[in-house]
């Protein structure tokens, strides 16, 4: 039996499933919302970045402590949740245990990678012969491909779908303060912002 509590997010703050007469697990309400997700239900992905975009962004911060790298790996890790939702096991670990993972890890790999560019900047600039450690070198060009392929996606997306997706993602706009600011209908952006998504989506590649 399952019995569920509205919450003023508008999905269930709780949600309780009886087991073994009588005892009862708390569910994850983020789990709906990610199965939403995954078949490209833009409202539930909406309330999923809602919910986890400060804490994905503390993360990165902590990890990398500039502001605008943060921002770029707060977006690269709601894009990797757009297209890999339904990889995620709720047998594994809650929504937010899994998506602040990807932000932890998209994190360190950028300090890496950015510290590997230094270091070899470093070596070139005394006219050394050290050498980037070899096992370090496919991870680096794995994620800056990466980040390669996410910008020339985002430029094949329309001007005005491009801008919708940069305010509310890169900055954090909400739609209705992007509405204002592009002084369009709500529903403008809205349409844009799904169809800069969806082609985002299928530019990258569904990763199941």
Known sequence: MRAQVAGSGGFPDREETRENGGDFAEADPLDGLLRDVAVGD??????????????????????????AQAEEVCQEVFLEVWRTSARHDPSRGSVSAWVTTIAHRRAVDRVRSEQAASNRLSALGRLESEATPHDTVPEQ???????????????????????????TYYTGYTQRQAADLLRVPLTTVKGRLRDGLIKLRDCLGVMV
């Open 42 to 67: 833009l409202s539930a992905f909406e309330a999923v970045y809602r919910e986890l975009s400060g804490a994905v962004f503390g993360v990165a911060r902590r990890v990398l402590v500039d502001t």
């Open 141 to 167: 060009v794995e994620h800056r491909l990466e980040r390669e392929k996410v910008r020339r996606c985002l430029r094949r997306l329309t001007e005005q779908q491009r801008e919708v997706v940069r305010l």
